[in-house]
């Protein structure tokens, strides 16, 4: 089946750094969603895009719907330490399906 | 608004036990899912159902049932539990503008 290559797996970064993740497929997608967990939660949506091109900020974060449609970036400015957790992406295959692909997550762990 | 409720948030059973997890939303979404999620991977889509009425397989169906009883519930059933199925559930619901919003998942050990 599809799948969504998420990068990269886990970091370890300072309090006030900058974060940048990606999901890549060889598949296109319509939608792409960012998902944030918290440890015992659900994922908790972050941003939404929905065409190609797209930037779309949400506070700190910023995330973007790839040109190519097979790929997205999320980044996020001057972490803090609650910004601690996984981060998922989605995407929504542009064959009409109402199914969503997810990536296997960024481990963000912030260091004070 | 509640969002996305699930019941049970935890549950132990024995091998070959059954039980029904149950999912509500209250956003008046069409579509609807349950999701497994295994440490070290992502969520994997068990069922979804895009409105009232209809449900569809997802990647990893195999020994679970759904059911849509209302344009607001969408339960799972596990007919005889097993040892693999011990995961953490989420449901989800999602609704025009294509965004989904999970709740806070159930817990599910299989002994």
């Known amino acids: 089946g599809q799948q969504l290559n998420q990068s990269p797996q886990s970091m370890f970064i300072q309090e006030g750094e900058d974060v940048s993740m990606n999901c890549t497929s060889s598949s296109i997608f319509n939608t792409w969603l960012w998902y944030k967990q918290d440890p015992g939660e659900g994922p908790v949506l972050l941003i939404a895009l929905y065409k190609a091109g797209e930037l779309t900020s949400n506070g700190r974060l910023t995330a973007q719907f790839g040109i190519t449609r097979k790929d997205s970036f999320l980044n996020i400015s001057a972490s803090i330490p609650s910004d601690v957790g996984i981060y998922f992406c989605?995407?929504?295959?542009?064959?009409?399906?109402?199914?969503?692909?997810f990536g296997t997550g960024t481990r963000l762990k912030v260091l004070a | 608004n509640a969002g996305v409720t699930q019941t049970p948030k935890f549950q132990v059973l024995k091998t070959g036990q059954s039980m029904t997890l149950q999912c509500a939303q209250d956003?008046?979404?069409?579509?609807m899912y349950w999701y497994r999620q295994d440490p070290g991977m992502g969520l994997r889509l068990i069922y979804y159902s895009a409105s009232e009425g209809t449900t569809d397989k997802g990647e990893v169906p195999n020994g679970y049932n759904v059911s849509r009883l209302n344009k607001r519930e969408f339960s799972l059933r596990l007919e005889s539990a097993a040892p693999s199925q011990t995961s953490v559930y989420f449901c989800?619901?999602?609704?025009?503008?294509?965004?989904?919003?999970f709740g806070p998942g159930t817990r599910l050990l299989v002994l």
């Open positions: 956003m008046n979404h069409n579509s």
């Open positions: 989800a619901s999602s609704g025009g503008l294509k965004t989904q919003y």
């Open positions: 989605a995407g929504q295959l542009s064959s009409g399906t109402y199914k969503y692909i």
